[in-house]
């Protein structure tokens, strides 16, 4: 089945230590997102990748950054975690067309500094 | 600039009884509007969504949406809830000239035996 899969689900990292997050789609999907989510609120958008352009939020940290090295995967970097970067993180693919735009979900990380 | 409301952070409701999750929103444009679910320790996983056309959409699991123009809402229904339709629900808005989906804080829907 196509889908988005987001590795691991469960990451736990120290303050301070760069963590990797990682997510690839089986959808060929051409738009990718990250999202942060805390406590049951809404996502929030970190940041998108339209095809090959990357599009950041304004209020998204430098601590975040991102990589799509190709159109299946899609990485989430956090430099320097801070206590307060705890959350889920989620990946969502779209296929930007007239009669689309609906995004499609992986599980989510869950990350956890200590 | 485009924003989504959802009004309720809880609806509980009986199971067999109907249920609305209520949804509005604002847009300078024309409207894309999507309701997705999250189980807990999940994504977000797409119900149903409004692009154009008929005004009552029909989605997963049974739900369905009525998109109101004049009232610019787009209410989430079923006639009849299950347990197992227990989880958090959100809202979304694209205005068509948007990059990007704004999503509603979430509606927390219960349903009692």
């Known amino acids: 089945d196509a889908m988005v899969i987001q590795n691991p689900r469960y990451q736990v990292t120290q303050f301070g230590k760069p963590v990797t997050l990682s997510c690839s789609q089986t959808l060929n999907h051409n738009v990718m997102y990250w999202y942060q989510q805390k406590s049951s609120q809404a996502p929030k958008l970190l940041f998108h990748?339209?095809?090959?352009?990357?599009?950041n939020e304004a209020d998204t940290p430098d601590n975040f950054q991102s990589r799509r090295p190709n159109t299946s995967f899609c990485f989430l970097d956090i430099r320097s975690p801070g206590l307060g970067d705890a959350a889920m993180y989620l990946c969502?693919?779209?296929?930007?067309?007239?009669?689309?735009?609906?995004?499609?979900f992986g599980p989510g990380t869950r990350l956890t500094v200590t | 600039a485009q924003s989504v409301a959802q009004p309720e952070d809880q609806v509980n409701v009986a199971e067999g009884n109907p249920l609305t999750v209520k949804c509005t929103y604002s847009?300078?444009?024309?409207?894309?509007l999507f309701w997705y679910v999250q189980y807990p320790n999940r994504g977000l996983q797409f119900l149903l969504k409004y692009i154009t056309g008929d005004n009552l959409v029909k989605g997963s699991y049974g739900f369905e949406a009525e998109f109101n123009k004049s009232q610019t809402s787009f209410h989430l229904k079923k006639p009849s809830a299950l347990v197992s339709d227990s989880a958090l629900y959100f809202c979304?808005?694209?205005?068509?000239?948007?990059?990007?989906?704004?999503f509603g804080d979430g509606t927390t829907l219960t349903v009692k035996p």
């Open positions: 979304a808005v694209r205005d068509t000239n948007a990059g990007k989906s704004t």
């Open positions: 847009v300078s444009g024309n409207p894309y």
């Open positions: 990748y339209y095809d090959k352009d990357f599009n």
């Open positions: 969502a693919t779209s296929y930007s067309s007239a009669s689309s735009y609906e995004q499609y």
